[in-house]
Protein backbone atom coordinates (compact mmCIF):
# COMPACT_ATOMS: atom_id res chain seq x y z
CA UNK A 1 0.00 0.00 0.00
CA UNK A 2 2.55 2.39 1.18
CA UNK A 3 4.54 1.80 -2.26
CA UNK A 4 1.13 2.56 -4.16
CA UNK A 5 1.22 -1.40 -5.41
CA UNK A 6 -2.20 -1.58 -4.24
CA UNK A 7 -4.95 0.48 -3.11
CA UNK A 8 -6.54 1.39 0.31
CA UNK A 9 -9.42 -1.08 -0.27
CA UNK A 10 -6.98 -4.45 -1.43
CA UNK A 11 -5.38 -3.69 1.67
CA UNK A 12 -8.51 -3.52 4.12
CA UNK A 13 -9.66 -6.58 1.89
CA UNK A 14 -5.91 -8.45 2.30
CA UNK A 15 -6.07 -7.92 6.05
CA UNK A 16 -9.78 -9.79 6.27
CA UNK A 17 -8.29 -12.16 4.39
CA UNK A 18 -5.33 -12.98 6.22
CA UNK A 19 -5.07 -10.46 9.09
CA UNK A 20 -6.35 -13.32 12.83
CA UNK A 21 -6.85 -10.48 15.31
CA UNK A 22 -10.10 -8.64 13.94
CA UNK A 23 -9.01 -5.52 14.21
CA UNK A 24 -10.54 -2.71 12.59
CA UNK A 25 -7.86 -1.02 10.43
CA UNK A 26 -10.00 1.16 8.51
CA UNK A 27 -9.97 3.38 11.91
CA UNK A 28 -5.93 3.95 11.16
CA UNK A 29 -7.23 5.47 7.60
CA UNK A 30 -5.71 8.97 8.05
CA UNK A 31 -2.35 8.04 10.04
CA UNK A 32 -2.08 5.22 6.60
CA UNK A 33 -2.45 8.45 4.15
CA UNK A 34 -0.15 10.71 5.38
CA UNK A 35 2.50 7.35 6.07
CA UNK A 36 1.38 7.09 1.89
CA UNK A 37 1.94 10.76 1.33
CA UNK A 38 5.00 11.34 3.46
CA UNK A 39 6.95 7.88 2.66
CA UNK A 40 10.27 9.12 2.21
CA UNK A 41 9.98 10.70 5.76
CA UNK A 42 8.01 7.81 7.34
CA UNK A 43 9.24 4.40 7.57
CA UNK A 44 5.67 2.67 8.46
CA UNK A 45 6.07 -0.52 10.70
CA UNK A 46 3.07 -2.05 12.12
CA UNK A 47 1.23 -5.58 12.16
CA UNK A 48 0.04 -7.69 14.29
CA UNK A 49 1.21 -11.38 15.32
CA UNK A 50 -1.06 -13.93 14.89
CA UNK A 51 -2.41 -15.15 18.08
CA UNK A 52 -1.39 -18.88 17.73
CA UNK A 53 1.73 -17.65 18.63
CA UNK A 54 0.89 -16.16 22.36
CA UNK A 55 -0.94 -19.58 22.97
CA UNK A 56 2.17 -21.44 21.84
CA UNK A 57 4.31 -19.75 24.06
CA UNK A 58 2.11 -20.32 26.91
CA UNK A 59 1.89 -24.23 26.18
CA UNK A 60 5.79 -24.29 24.99
CA UNK A 61 7.35 -21.67 26.32
CA UNK A 62 8.97 -18.02 25.23
CA UNK A 63 11.91 -19.67 23.73
CA UNK A 64 9.87 -22.26 21.27
CA UNK A 65 7.42 -19.32 20.38
CA UNK A 66 10.10 -16.12 19.42
CA UNK A 67 12.02 -18.51 17.32
CA UNK A 68 9.29 -19.47 15.55
CA UNK A 69 8.28 -15.35 15.00
CA UNK A 70 11.84 -14.51 14.54
CA UNK A 71 12.66 -17.33 12.10
CA UNK A 72 8.82 -16.43 10.12
CA UNK A 73 10.56 -12.42 10.09
CA UNK A 74 7.55 -11.42 12.07
CA UNK A 75 10.08 -9.89 14.28
CA UNK A 76 13.25 -9.19 15.15
CA UNK A 77 15.59 -10.49 18.56
CA UNK A 78 16.37 -7.10 19.09
CA UNK A 79 12.02 -6.32 19.64
CA UNK A 80 12.36 -8.90 22.14
CA UNK A 81 10.89 -7.29 25.70
CA UNK A 82 11.62 -8.38 28.69
CA UNK A 83 8.30 -7.36 31.24
CA UNK A 84 9.18 -5.91 34.39
CA UNK A 85 7.44 -5.56 37.79
CA UNK A 86 5.55 -2.22 36.77
CA UNK A 87 4.43 -3.68 33.55
CA UNK A 88 3.09 -6.78 35.01
CA UNK A 89 1.27 -4.15 37.42
CA UNK A 90 -0.04 -1.80 34.96
CA UNK A 91 -1.15 -4.92 32.55
CA UNK A 92 -2.95 -7.29 36.22
CA UNK A 93 -4.58 -3.65 36.80
CA UNK A 94 -6.17 -3.32 33.04
CA UNK A 95 -7.78 -6.69 32.96
CA UNK A 96 -8.37 -7.36 36.84
CA UNK A 97 -10.11 -3.53 36.78
CA UNK A 98 -8.23 -2.72 40.01
CA UNK A 99 -7.65 0.76 40.30
CA UNK A 100 -4.13 1.33 39.89
CA UNK A 101 -3.61 5.12 41.02
CA UNK A 102 -5.23 4.23 44.85
CA UNK A 103 -4.44 0.19 45.09
CA UNK A 104 -0.88 -0.29 43.87
CA UNK A 105 0.23 -2.46 46.87
CA UNK A 106 -2.63 -5.45 46.05
CA UNK A 107 -1.38 -6.50 42.48
CA UNK A 108 -2.75 -10.19 41.81
CA UNK A 109 -0.41 -13.43 40.42
CA UNK A 110 -3.67 -14.51 38.18
CA UNK A 111 -2.79 -13.71 35.03
CA UNK A 112 1.51 -14.32 35.61
CA UNK A 113 1.07 -16.85 33.11
CA UNK A 114 -0.54 -15.12 30.03
CA UNK A 115 1.59 -11.86 31.11
CA UNK A 116 4.79 -13.16 28.39
CA UNK A 117 2.40 -13.91 25.97
CA UNK A 118 0.68 -10.20 25.75
CA UNK A 119 4.28 -9.09 25.68
CA UNK A 120 5.19 -11.22 22.88
CA UNK A 121 1.77 -9.97 20.86
CA UNK A 122 3.52 -6.38 21.63
CA UNK A 123 6.56 -6.68 19.97
Same mark, same amino acid.
Given at each position: ?6 ? +??? /????? $? *?? !? ?6 ? %??? !?????? %? ?7 ? $??GFL?? %????LLV $? +?? +? ?13 ? *?????? !? ?7 ? *?? /?????? /? ?19 ? $???
Open positions: YIQGEIS +ENE /LYESY $K *ET !GSEGHDIQ %KYE !GFLQFA %KQHRDNVHL $KGPR %KYAR $K +EG +EDEAYNQVINLGYIS *EIDRIP !GSDNHYNFF *ES /LISGRD /LTSDFENVGDRFRKIFPAQIL $KDS
